[in-house]
Each structure stands twice: as C-alpha cells, then as structure tokens.
C-alpha cells in the first residue's frame, strides 16, 4: 500500500547526505543575515529615540534569546534526519501537522515577497541611477497594484532569478549560501571602511546624545520582541537545514558562530553607514537602495547592484524557500515535491503584493514582526516541550510517516494549546493592525511581549496536558 505521508524530500535524510559541517551551517546564517531588513533594523530603534548603541545591543540580545530555541529545534533535524513538518508530526500529529506546517509557510511566503520587492527595488533603483529610465516621469500607476509598470517589471525580473534557483533544488542553496558568505561579509567590511573614511574617522561617524533622552525601558521590550519575531520563522523549520549536519556539535557551533555576530555586525554597519551619510549628504539614508543612487561613479552602482543581488537572493532562497516548499509538500507528498511547494511559494509571493507591506516601517514592526511572532511563538513552546520534556527526545522515526501509528491523526491537545497561548495577544494584534485603541491598553503592554508569552504559555499548558505520559513518550 502506497505511504500518502512520505515523499524522497521529506523521507529521514541518508547518513551520506549529511555532508554540512559548521562551517556550511555559518555560512548559511551569514547568507541569510546580511540583507538589507538587517541593514534597516535599527532604523525604526533610532527613530523612536534610541541611541545607536542601544539599537546594537537589542539586536545583540534578541539574537541571543532566539538562538536558544533555534540550537533546540536544529537538534531534532539533526538527530533524525527529519525536516521540520515531519518532526511537527510528534506533537500535532500526522494530519494536525499541516496547521503548523502551512502557519510557517504563510508567513515565509510573505517573506519571500518582501525580499523579491527589496531585490526588484534595487534593479530599480541602479537602473534609473544609470540614466536609463527617468524617476521623474515614471509615476503612472497599474490599476489594483498601485506601484509603477517598470518598478513591477524590475520586481518580475528579481522574481525569475529566484525561481531558476528554486528549480534547481537544495544542493544549489547549499552551493549559493557557501560562496556568497564570504562575499558579502568582505562587501560589508567595504561598506564600513568607506563611510570612515568619507567622514574622516569612526569618532565623526556618530552624532552625540540627546540632552534628555526618551527612556530606555519602555522602547526596548517591544523592539525586542519585534528582533525575535525577525527570526522566529527560522527557529521552528531550522531541522529543514540542520537535517543535513553531520553532527549536533555541527548545528550547534554554526549556527552560535553565524547568527548572533553577523546580526550584529550588519546591523552595527547600517547604522554606522547611515550615520555617516548624515555628514557626507546632509541627511540620513537608511536604506542602502537609495544609497546606491547617491554614490554617482557608474562602477560603484554597478558593484553595488551585484552586491544587494547576492544578498537579497542568499537571503531569500534559504529563509523564504526551503521551510514552505517542505510545508506545501507534506500536504500531498505524493503530488508535491519540494520543487513544486518552492514554485507554490514564489507565485504566492506574487499575489500578496509586499510592496504594501514593507513601506511602512510601523507597520513592519508593530504589525508584521511581532503579529507573527504571537502564532509561531506558541507553536515552537509546543514542539520544544512535546520533543525535550515529554518524549525526552525519542521519537519513533516510521510512525512519524505512518497515518495509523502513535502520532496518527490530529492532537487536540497541541491545537487547544495554540489557541489558548495565541488569545492574549489577539486584541494588541487588533489595535496594531487597525491603528485604533478599541481594547484596553494593558492588551497593547501583552502584545509588546507577544514571543515570550506565547511561548511560556505554550510551554507551560501543554506540558501541564501531558503530565504523565512521559514513560509512554
């Protein structure tokens, strides 16, 4: 009888397919670090009132605390073989999977969009700096779209340079993300190196502090919050890559070596260029596109053009590629394979136009980062607690692709907890998306810390439900 849960993309990966050490699994976080959203993080941290050195250490911190979930996570992947909608099988059950599984694919999706605007927004921006359309008269819009044909056609052809590498499978992720680390850590350097001396020195670089600064406090939970919903998606499909490693010592120094310091690093080089630019061009440029425009030689925009390319693509085919292409596919293994949930991805990246999300760095913030960060906080409580505190992590690696076995059907029990832990954060959610203040305040206080009570609640409820079981895990 044909196995409906199984395809060669979700199958346990070969021990001779496991061929990523740490250093492969660094470079992928590099890849995926050194975009321009990291660039931009601390824009909206200074624009509240934060100094510069404020902004690095909450991206510092907030690394730091996602990492742990993320180590966690990676270290099923690793000792299974298994990608993350089959490990979310343990909890929520064969079928109650897809709720977890479509949840972060949604999201990576949106995602995706985002990062191919960011991507398209750049040929955009060379080409216009290159003389070869005029920004001044490109300013009729397409009906419903709302943004120009030619910002559109740039948006299109981004769009077609990531789904070549989507056709071409995991292998060329793992191929593009090793060359491109390097590259892009050594054009970041560059990037530094230039605002320094275009200011004369580090010292000029930053301007002094306010008299009387806003307090700290009560900008820095929200913000943190938001820097661990930045990658709160990675920290639940992370076995989509860790499933590769050779060893756990191989998940776990990579991914300590890779996340948290280029995190930091970029982000500290956004603000240190941003800086900088406020002295070479009389205001600050916070976004490394419209940087571009004002660099003048032909052979700097086109440098730079190669530049954001490589980082947009290394960003967005490991972040925004892999865990919904695996979600997709463990809808229907039999119809769809990674490659075809990769193709699903793209064209839904299409469809939800994220040039109406991303240009509002409010919006960013309040709504897409943390909103996020209040479902999928609660869905890696679930599996964490399920996979390290029920079953002590062993799992039955056949039943995990067998309807009838013990993780057959749906987990009622993970599903209520879902529900129970994403509830608080549902009225700040509501005031942040709408803009209004029709619940109480005290909802919008939770909603700053949507991450962390998702996840304690998570934790705590479901394993409170599975006391007990432990000696049947």
Known sequence: MTNHLINSDLAPTHPQSRTWSKWHLAALWVGMSVCIPTYMLAASMIEIGMTWWQSVLTVFIGN???LVPMILMGHAGTKYGIPF??????????????????????VACGWFGIQTWIGGLAIYQVIGTLGWIDFSADTSTLPILGITAMQFTCFMAFWVLNFVIVLKGINCIKWLESWAAPFLILMGLSLLIWAVVKVGGISNMFPP?????????PMFFPQ???????????????????????????????????????????????????????????????????LVGNLGSTTAVVV????????????????????????FSNL???????????????????????????????????????????????????????????????????DLYNQ??????????????????????LPGFYNAATHTSTFPAVFDQIYSYAWFIGITIAVVLYAALHRGEKQHA
């Open 332 to 398: 229907c293994p039999r119809l769809i394979s990674f490659r075809t949930g990769g193709i699903i991805t793209c064209f839904i990246g299409i469809l939800i136009m994220p040039w109406k999300l991303y240009n509002d760095l409010g919006d960013y913030i309040f709504i897409w980062l943390i909103g996020y960060s209040a479902l999928l906080g609660p869905i890696a409580g679930i599996m964490l607690c399920d996979y390290f505190i029920v079953r002590r992590t062993r799992l039955h690696s056949e």
């Open 85 to 106: 909608p089959v490990l979310a099988r343990a909890s929520f059950g064969t079928s109650g999977a897809h709720i977890p599984a479509i949840a972060r694919s949604l």
């Open 209 to 217: 502090a306010q008299d009387d600064p806003p307090a700290f406090w």
């Open 404 to 425: 009838t076995g013990q993780y057959g059907g749906f987990r009622w029990k993970a599903v209520l907890v879902l529900i129970v832990a994403v509830a608080p954060n």
């Open 224 to 290: 943190l919050t938001a820097m661990v919903g930045f990658w709160a998606t990675l920290s639940l499909n992370i076995p989509d890559f860790t499933r590769y490693c050779k060893t756990q010592k191989d998940q776990v120094v990579g991914q300590l070596i890779g996340l948290p310091t280029t995190m930091t690093l970029f982000s500290f080089i956004g603000i240190a260029v941003t800086s900088a630019t406020i002295v070479i061009y009389g205001k600050a440029i916070w976004d490394p596109i419209a």
């Open 304 to 327: 730079s053009l190669v530049v954001l390319t490589i980082a947009t693509l290394s960003t967005n085919i490991a972040a925004n590629v892999v865990s919904p292409a695996n979600g």
């Open 64 to 66: 730091l605390i996602v």
